[in-house]
């Protein structure tokens, strides 16, 4: 059964962020907020996270899932990012967006999308989710929480704990969530092409 865990949105509670950390570190399943919405989330080398994540949500194999990342440097280390790409990244984060791009060898291979080699990655400006980055030292495996069915991300982690209390191992709440996710934009081909139409405006990718 899940742990419920009620963090301070604006100023969260030190001590349950770090043993919140060292339970992902463990292997945990973590349902938390983001500035776009709930995600899924656990350790990056942690084989069992993606099967997790995969079976609650029922994705095929072509789904990009996103390594959320801290600050620029971070994602730097696992995609490849060119000049033209630096510049549209940059000017968007940290932000409510998501951008699939070309892994570097950092990032796992059964993490790839099969064909393209690509992964996702963003920088998000919520301040819990940034207090769980800066415990862990290293990006969060992690996917949107829509549930098959629904449109949009729960807003309660009460809500969530009743859905998937059997299927996650922590839910994280800091009072209302936003429901609309990120804005998706694939940078790795020679134009960007919005995927998703989210929380982020697409128009300066379009």
Known sequence: MARYVDLHPVNPQAR?????????????????????????????DDQTIKDRIRDIRRLDGKHHYTLMCRDFAQLGQFVHVDNRVF??????????????????????????????????????????????????????????????GDEETPTHGWEIKERLEHVVDIVIDAGDSPIEPTTVVDLSGPEPEVVRVGSGDPSRFE
């Open 16 to 44: 349950l962020v770090a043993k919140i950390v060292e339970d992902v570190r463990g292997g945990a399943l973590i349902a938390y907020p983001t500035d776009s919405g709930y995600a899924l989330g656990g350790r990056l």
């Open 87 to 148: 510049r549209a990244v940059k000017a968007a984060t940290p932000g409510p967006y998501t951008f699939i791009l070309p892994a570097t060898k950092e990032v796992p291979r059964r993490l790839l999308h099969p064909k393209k080699k690509t992964v996702g990655v963003r920088i998000p400006t919520g301040v819990v989710v940034q207090a769980l980055l800066a415990e862990l030292g290293e990006p969060l495996l992690s996917s949107t929480l829509i549930l098959p």
